[in-house]
């Protein structure tokens, strides 16, 4: 009993876990302004984010080892520092929008300026990463984040004309008034947020803060393959319900008030309310998670002791570096830089680092020496190499399409 | 030798500097746009006009019925008043081509009646003014519905 109560506590908060200040704006955005058109990057999103966690998952229930303690060791020091080079300036760069958009959360629930409340939530996360022990960061914030799930009722609240919707997202068909260029640029941007680096090294690092071994695949799986999927649909709720009232309005997103507007209009007060409340848990969830996967990941690569299971002072380093991006994180966003701006930057520059996390993951995941009879088979290294050559292809075209777009302004 | 190697990076650092400032005070100079770049730049701040109208529209609709919480509405109405002034100064900061003078001017006058309108709706929910809120929706629905057309024949 107690091993079923721990799965469905897995997938539970794998769900709530999901979502974080990249899939909200994005989702939004994109349902406000293309309908449902692009809903077909979400799912191509969550499959990839499937195959590659599981694939890292494994991993580590079998080496014991998280993904940077690997990558240096398979690809060498230099291609390491390159790697942790690219990879951490992205997951920096989504710490600092998830600090964000706590700010923004609590700016949206009390009408106090966000900045005001950037050294408070800064002070709270580094607080909560130093003191507070892993598994309640993972469970408690995972569970509040399931409070987006009143998107989905609000969806069903709209009666929305379920056929057309149906009809949007089965189709690849960018509305007439918009160009190829600024729908590929969304397309880019919505694959980086489903599929953000920073997942992979959490979820691969969390495996060893919960040791993780051989018997622990099947759960591991379970989380993956039924938390994922519906924490897509949490994403996909977000954009149906921008498509059913942001975007006959005319509405384009821009704030975090915004995104919320479509609940309020369904459900009311309380509705926003629960909304607000899972914005806030799933940003407060999502920076202890990047803020924690920064630390992870440059003390996996120097060799440092690292990790939620050992007291602080024996992780010293681990705790230092988790500190300094909490101060960097403040530092960026008290320069007044918009939030959903920082946003936006992070999920199309993680589009540009995704084959920095993915490459290493895939050589390591079909190496024998470190894998044994878990290596990857057939299905996995297909579905691998088909997202290899896909997150290359989002590379490349990211930046080309964030300047010729303007951003997705033009 | 090494003295003037270092008198060259410097010198060479500080004339990037220079061509930096120079190409960046370049680009905060007013663009001279030609017509069709003009009129997407009209079209560009008035679709920007008619989503934070609409925005504070919904939300003051709501806030009559107390279907929405005051802080989420002054919240948004702080980033909708920002979001069109900025948008305003930006199309009227263009130097519009021979030609388009009356354009312009018909195109800015709206966007400021926008964001005195946005001005208006802040300072009414400001002193709780609930009875104002509806006529004040009106208001914004009639100005966003007119910014639309004027979009639409611009596209």
New interface residues.
């Given amino acids: 009993m107690k091993k079923y109560l721990g799965v469905a506590l897995g997938i539970l908060t794998a769900i709530g876990g999901f979502v974080d200040i990249g899939d909200l704006v994005t989702n939004a955005a994109v349902g406000a302004r293309f309908g449902l058109s692009l809903a077909w990057v979400v799912v191509v999103g969550v499959i990839g984010i499937i195959v590659f966690a599981e694939m890292s998952g494994r991993v580590v229930a079998v080496s014991g080892r998280a993904t940077f303690d690997i990558v240096r060791e398979r690809l060498g020091p230099r291609m390491g520092l390159v790697n942790l080079f690219g990879s951490m300036a992205v997951t920096l760069l989504t710490f600092v929008a998830e600090i964000g958009g706590v700010a923004l959360s609590l700016?949206?629930?009390?009408?106090v300026w966000e900045y005001l409340w950037v050294p408070v939530v800064v002070a709270v996360v580094w607080i909560v990463l130093w003191r507070v022990k892993f598994a309640l960061i993972e469970n408690a914030f995972g569970l509040l984040g399931l409070a987006l799930v009143v998107f989905a009722v609000a969806l069903w609240q709209l009666q929305p004309d379920w056929g057309h919707l149906w009809h949007q997202a089965a189709g690849v068909e960018k509305p007439h008034?918009e160009e190829w260029s600024t729908y590929a640029y969304f397309a880019v941007a919505l694959f980086g947020a489903a599929m953000t680096p920073y997942e992979v090294f959490f979820f691969s690092s969390g495996g060893v803060e919960e040791e993780w071994d051989a018997a622990s695949i099947p759960i591991m799986r379970a989380n993956v393959f039924i938390g994922f999927p519906l924490g897509g649909l949490l994403s996909l709720s977000i954009a149906a319900v921008a498509t059913a009232t942001l975007l006959p309005?005319?509405?384009?997103v821009?704030?975090l008030?915004?995104v919320?507007?479509p609940v309020?209009?369904a459900l009311?007060?309380l509705g926003?309310?629960v909304a607000?409340l899972g914005f806030f848990a799933a940003t407060f969830g999502a920076a202890a998670e990047t803020g924690l996967s920064v630390g992870y990941s440059i003390s996996q690569y120097f060799g440092w002791q690292w990790g939620k299971y050992v007291t602080p002072v024996q992780a010293a380093r681990f705790h230092l570096v988790v500190l300094l991006s909490c101060v960097l994180a403040a530092m960026v966003l008290l320069t007044t830089i918009d939030p959903v701006l920082v946003t936006e930057a992070s999920v199309v520059f993680s589009s540009v680092a995704l084959p920095l996390t993915y490459l290493p993951i895939l050589m390591v995941a079909n190496d024998p020496g470190y894998m044994g009879e878990h290596r990857n088979r057939g299905l996995s290294n297909a579905l691998g190499t088909v997202y290899l050559v896909l997150v290359v292809v989002a590379s490349v075209a990211a930046l080309p399409l964030m300047v010729w777009t303007k951003m997705g302004?033009s | 030798m090494r003295r003037s190697a270092a008198c060259f990076g410097r010198t060479s650092t500080v004339a990037v500097v220079l061509g930096a400032v120079v190409a960046l005070g370049a680009g905060c100079v007013p663009a001279s746009p030609d017509a069709n770049t003009y009129r997407d730049a009209a079209s560009?701040s008035i679709?920007?006009a008619?989503?934070e109208l609409?925005?504070i529209e919904?939300?003051l609709r709501?806030l009559a019925s107390?279907?929405?919480?005051?802080?989420?509405v002054?919240?948004?109405l702080r980033?909708s008043e920002d979001?069109l002034e900025k948008s305003t100064q930006w199309f009227t900061g263009l130097n519009p081509p021979t030609g388009s003078d009356g354009f312009g001017k018909r195109v800015g006058t709206l966007l400021q009646r926008g964001g005195n309108l946005l001005t208006e709706a802040r300072i009414a929910v400001h002193r709780g003014q609930v009875d104002r809120y509806t006529r004040i929706a009106d208001d914004l629905k009639t100005l966003?519905d007119h910014l639309?057309k004027v979009e639409g024949r611009l596209?």
């Avoid at chain 1, 700016?107 to 009408?111: D, H, N, P």
């Avoid at chain 1, 309005?249 to 384009?252: M, S, T």
């Avoid at chain 2, 107390?66 to 989420?72: E, F, L, N």
């Fill in positions: 700016e949206l629930a009390t009408s008034a309005a005319g509405i384009d821009q704030t008030g915004q919320g507007l309020a209009m009311g007060k926003l309310a607000i302004t | 560009q679709g920007t008619v989503s609409a925005t919904e939300m709501l107390d279907d929405i919480m005051r802080p989420a002054v919240t948004q980033y979001g966003g639309d596209s």
